[in-house]
T-cell receptor, first 115, second 113 residues
Framework: AQSVSQHNHHVILSEAASLELGCNYS??????LFWYVQYPGQHLQLLLK??????LVKGIKGFEAEFIKSKFSFNLRKPSVQWSDTAEYFC?????????????FGSGTRLQVQP | NAGVTQTPKFRVLKTGQSMTLLCAQD?????MYWYRQDPGMGLRLIHY???????AKGEVPDGYNVSRLKKQNFLLGLESAAPSQTSVYFC????????????FGPGTRLTVL
């Protein structure tokens, strides 16, 4: 079964610092990749997604992610974080052509941005 | 559009009690999902449905049952609640050909004493 690893469980940054959150998955075939964000007390919202094409994808609120197939990675980045980015971030994967119809989520990374 | 809604938002149960969580979506989505979210474990799939009248097991189905009698509703039932089922439950839905981009509800926080 495929798995998703998010190695950073809790990240604390100061405002204006740069952010990179790691995501690695275990499936060897073609995949769709997602980053979701969960602000305190709220439900999950889609931040960005990769289906095909340019491996550098841009999402909402200045976030971007790079798909590196050879490393099975889909790391999330933001050049300068804001206090309002404090949230939990989840990477999720769906392998294609397997009949699997659900997402596999990583364990999440809690980001705390200090003013 | 209300999107994906969940009822109730909070619930406290005693061990052995039963309850049903309701998920409703107004986007005419074919696929619907129930996840549970536990600290440090991300979201884990309980059950899902690929259309009205169909259901399938996910990663952690034990202790739960589901029904999809109407396309817009997906019910999650706990027949005999256990403390291990204390969690936040999220419902999600998507179109059939949306490459698995899912839309989530606000969640139900369940505590089993």
């Amino acid at each position: 079964a495929q798995s998703v690893s998010q190695h950073n469980h809790h990240v604390i940054l100061s405002e204006a610092a740069s952010l990179e959150l790691g995501c690695n998955y275990s499936y060897g075939g073609t995949v769709n990749l997602f980053w979701y964000v969960q602000y305190p007390g709220q439900h999950l919202q889609l931040l960005l997604k990769y289906f095909s094409g340019d491996p550098l994808v841009k999402g909402i609120k200045g976030f971007e992610a790079e798909f590196i197939k050879s490393k099975f990675s889909f790391n999330l980045r933001k050049p300068s974080v804001q206090w309002s980015d404090t949230a939990e971030y989840f990477c999720a994967v769906t392998p294609l052509n397997t009949g699997r119809r659900a997402l596999t989520f990583g364990s999440g990374t809690r980001l705390q941005v200090q003013p | 559009n209300a999107g994906v809604t969940q009822t109730p938002k909070f619930r406290v149960l005693k061990t052995g009690q039963s309850m049903t969580l309701l998920c409703a979506q107004d986007m005419n989505h074919e696929y619907m999902y129930w996840y549970r979210q536990d600290p440090g474990m991300g979201l884990r799939l309980i059950h899902y449905s690929v259309g009205e009248g169909t259901t399938a097991k996910g990663e952690v189905p034990d202790g739960y049952n589901v029904s999809r009698l109407k396309k817009q509703n997906f019910l999650l039932g706990l027949e005999s609640a256990a403390p291990s089922q204390t969690s936040v439950y999220f419902c999600a839905s998507r179109w059939e050909d949306s490459y698995n981009e899912q839309f989530f509800g606000p969640g139900t926080r369940l505590t089993v004493l």
